[in-house]
Nanobody, 124 residues
Framework: VQLQASGGGLVSPGGSLRLSCTASGFTLDKYAIGWFRQAPGRERDGVASINSGGGGKYYVSPVRGRFTISRDNAKNTVYLQMTNVLPEDTATYFC??????????????????WGQGTQVTVSS
């Protein structure tokens, strides 16, 4: 059972990037999924989450209106579309499964299966 986050890289301020979270060994369609990020020297924070059906999407204030979470259960993948990125978005981004009952809280302490992170650097 493994999740893998990918799609990170170097992007200029105001640019866009799409992260992917892909599962191996199990299917994602029964799981709520969260995206989290951790900058050097800081705690891991929630970014966005989505329920298993894709109808419920939740965002933390700093990214609302700029990031969009979505899922394609046929491809066993959850996406995080990042637009109008800011230098403060620089971090390692992780995805994890979340309990359906508390998906809206995007709480990293409730993450169950985690993937290896992908680095996003926003710099000119």
């Amino acid at each position: 059972v493994q999740l893998q986050a990918s799609g990170g890289g170097l992007v200029s301020p105001g640019g866009s990037l799409r992260l992917s979270c892909t599962a191996s060994g199990f299917t994602l369609d029964k799981y709520a999924i969260g995206w989290f990020r951790q900058a050097p020297g800081r705690e891991r924070d929630g970014v966005a989450s989505i329920n298993s059906g894709g109808g419920g999407k939740y965002y933390v204030s700093p990214v609302r209106g700029r990031f969009t979470i979505s899922r394609d259960n046929a491809k066993n993948t959850v996406y995080l579309q990042m637009t109008n990125v800011l230098p403060e978005d620089t971090a390692t981004y992780f995805c994890a499964t979340l309990p359906s009952s508390t998906v809206a809280f995007i709480n990293p302490a409730e993450g169950d299966y985690w993937g290896q992170g992908t680095q996003v650097t926003v710099s000119s």
